[in-house]
C-alpha cells in the first residue's frame, strides 16, 4: 500500500488528536493529581481506562455515531447536566481542600504505596470525568469522527489509529509523568494551588455547562 496511504494520515491523526486532548480539562487535571497520589497500579488503570475510552468513542464517532448523537438531543442534554453537577460537586470539594486542607492530603504516598486513595474510588471518579462530559463526546465521537470519515477509505483507519495512538500517549506522559511532580508536593502551599485551580476550572466549566443552551 502506498506510504500516502498508511503513514500520512496516520501521522495527521496523530496530530489532530493531539490538538484535542493535550489541554488541562476537568479529566485531565484529575488524572495530574492521582499521578501525584496514587500507587502504579491505579495509575496504570486510570491511564488504560481515559485511552480506551477515547478509542472506543472515536471509532463509534468514525462508524457513524455521532450523526445519531446529533439527531438525540435529549440524551445529550442528560449528559450535560448530570456532568455539571458532578463537576460543581468535585469542584467544591476541591475548594474545601484549599480552604481547610488535612494531612492526608498533603503528603504524597511513598512508592508503591496505594494509601492516597482507594482503587475503586480513583477509577470510578476517571469514569465520570471521562464519560459525564459532554465535550468528550464532541471531540471524538462528532469532531474526530467526522474527520475521520471524510478520508479515502484505505486511508480511513490509518487515520483513526493515529489519533487514537495520540490519546494512548498522551495519558500515558500524563498520568506516568506527573509522578516526577511528586517532590514538589511535599510541601503543603503546592497542594493548595493545585487543588485552588482544580477548584476554579471544574466550578466553571460546570457553570459553563449549566448555562449552555
Not at 26 to 36: E, F, T
Not at 43 to 67: F, H, K, N, P, R
Not at 148 to 156: D, V
Not at 165 to 177: C, D, E, H, K, N
Request: net charge positive.
Amino acid at each position: 500500500m502506498p506510504l500516502n496511504f498508511t503513514l500520512l494520515p496516520a501521522l495527521l491523526g496523530l496530530g489532530t488528536g493531539l490538538s484535542l486532548i493535550v489541554a488541562i480539562g476537568a479529566q485531565n487535571a484529575y488524572l495530574l493529581r492521582l499521578g501525584v497520589i496514587a500507587a502504579r497500579r491505579i495509575m496504570l488503570t486510570a491511564v488504560l481506562l481515559c485511552a480506551l475510552s477515547d478509542a472506543v468513542l472515536i471509532t463509534a464517532g468514525t462508524l457513524g455515531v455521532g450523526a445519531v448523537l446529533q439527531r438525540a438531543p435529549v440524551l445529550m442534554e442528560v449528559v450535560r447536566v448530570v456532568g455539571a453537577g458532578f463537576l460543581l460537586i468535585y469542584g467544591g470539594m476541591a475548594a474545601k481542600r484549599a480552604f481547610r486542607p488535612n494531612g492526608e492530603t498533603m503528603a504524597p504516598p511513598a512508592e508503591g504505596d496505594g494509601s492516597g486513595i482507594r482503587f475503586g474510588t480513583a477509577i470510578a471518579t476517571v469514569a465520570a470525568f471521562t464519560w459525564l462530559n459532554p465535550h468528550a463526546y464532541l471531540d471524538t465521537v462528532v469532531f474526530l469522527g467526522s474527520i475521520a470519515s471524510e478520508q479515502a477509505p484505505a486511508a480511513r483507519w490509518w487515520w483513526v489509529g493515529g489519533a487514537i495512538f495520540a490519546s494512548f500517549l498522551w495519558f500515558a506522559a500524563l498520568g506516568f509523568g506527573s509522578r516526577l511532580l511528586r517532590p514538589l508536593f511535599t510541601r503543603p502551599a503546592a497542594w493548595r494551588v493545585l487543588d485552588g485551580v482544580t477548584a476554579a476550572m471544574m466550578i466553571g466549566i460546570a457553570v459553563d455547562l449549566a448555562v449552555a443552551a
